[in-house]
């Protein structure tokens, strides 16, 4: 039985030009700064978002962490929306290891505004913690793809730092955002003081994510890595993937755009389900089946039997996530499947 997966597009496996740059890699000791490949990488993607210097790290999570951990000290407060990444699937390491407080706020879209954020700026006063730290999601994950337009991020980066305040970019998807609005990830960057985006998501090479900011901040940014267990040896061979990524995945992401688009339509059409339409701009589709009499466990189960994975977000909340190891005909496929195992079990 063929397998559809449309857990997460981290399931992408190397396409045969990654492993054949892997295999071919030129590599070195990168903690001696002496890998190549991972050198070319790192210029490759501080060129793509027109900054100075980026850092490869190995997860997207680490990236952020480290980002977090320069841009506060212990006990300064951080503003996110409250269905962050960071904030809910990160093991809340910005407060075990950053030490800074989380100020989450509450969205629709996933996206903060900044009359929203200005609200939640402490005063200036000795005894408050201070606010020094914006964190953004560009596409936002559990909102459902959403993108955050670059005039949005530039009204938002302005005014934070007109009010000292750092912004992040927390960029895991942002060149899914990038096709959807079809602009350059530069733009939808803007003046953002780090972004972290991730190689191993739509990219779809097998590991790793990239921090990208000024030369002094990677630097900082560098030993920070190191610190969390992250200096790596011979990783051009993840790295070589990852410039391959960059050149032939952004391309493709639009067909995964309108494979989620068509799965979200038709669904729509089915008994017990509703999903906001709107809402699926990228390759996420997050939808609500508390109308077919099942938990999203259950409903996960049975497909699970019949070959299809999707996961629960909650218990009556599914998330499916398109990526280039998925065609249009997986889709129609694993609509049908959905439609028979929904149909069996309402019918008793
Ligand atoms: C996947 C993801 C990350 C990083 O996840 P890792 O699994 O640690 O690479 C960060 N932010 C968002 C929005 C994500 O979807």
Redesign the pocket.
């Known amino acids: 039985m063929k397998i559809i997966d449309l857990r997460s597009d981290?399931v992408t496996r190397p396409t045969p030009r990654m492993r054949r740059a892997m295999a071919e890699a030129e590599v070195g000791d990168d903690v001696y700064l002496e890998d190549p490949t991972v050198e070319k990488l790192q210029e490759r993607a501080a060129e793509l978002f027109e900054r100075e210097a980026a850092l490869f790290v190995p997860?997207?999570?680490?990236g952020?962490l480290i980002a977090v951990k320069l841009h506060t000290r212990p006990g300064d407060e951080v503003i996110l929306d409250s269905r962050s990444?960071?904030l809910n699937y990160e093991l809340g390491s910005l407060a075990a290891i950053a030490g800074v407080v989380p100020r989450a706020i509450t969205t629709v879209t996933g996206h903060l505004r900044w009359p929203q954020i200005e609200d939640c700026i402490r005063p200036n006063i000795y005894y408050c913690a201070q606010t020094r730290l914006v964190c953004l999601?560009n596409t936002h994950?559990m909102a459902g793809g959403t993108v955050m337009s670059a005039k949005e991020t530039h009204e938002i980066v302005a005014s934070a730092h007109a009010r000292g305040l750092a912004v992040h970019l927390?960029g895991?998807?942002i060149f899914n955002a990038a096709t959807y609005l079809n602009l350059p990830v530069a733009k939808l960057a803007d003046r953002c003081d780090s972004i972290m985006f991730?190689l191993?998501?739509g990219l779809g090479a097998p590991a790793g994510?990239l921090l990208v900011a000024s030369r002094d901040f990677i630097e900082q940014a560098r030993r920070v890595r190191k610190m969390l267990g992250g200096g790596m040896r011979q990783v051009g061979v993840l790295a070589a993937a990852g410039l391959v990524a960059l050149e032939e995945s952004p391309a493709k992401l639009a067909e995964d755009h309108l494979n989620a688009r068509f799965l979200a339509e038709e669904l729509l059409q089915l008994n017990g389900i509703k999903l906001h339409l709107e809402s699926v701009q990228t390759n996420i589709v997050i939808f609500d089946i508390s109308g077919t009499g099942l938990t999203s466990a259950e409903l996960s189960a049975k497909l699970k039997e019949n070959g299809v994975l999707i996961n629960g977000i909650s218990h009556t909340q599914m998330r499916i996530v398109t990526h280039y190891d998925i065609n249009r005909n997986d889709c129609k496929q694993a609509l049908s499947i959905i439609r028979k195992v929904l149909k069996n079990s309402q019918s008793y």
């Open positions: 981290t997860t997207g999570s680490m952020n990444h960071i999601e994950n927390d895991a998807r991730c191993s998501k994510s």
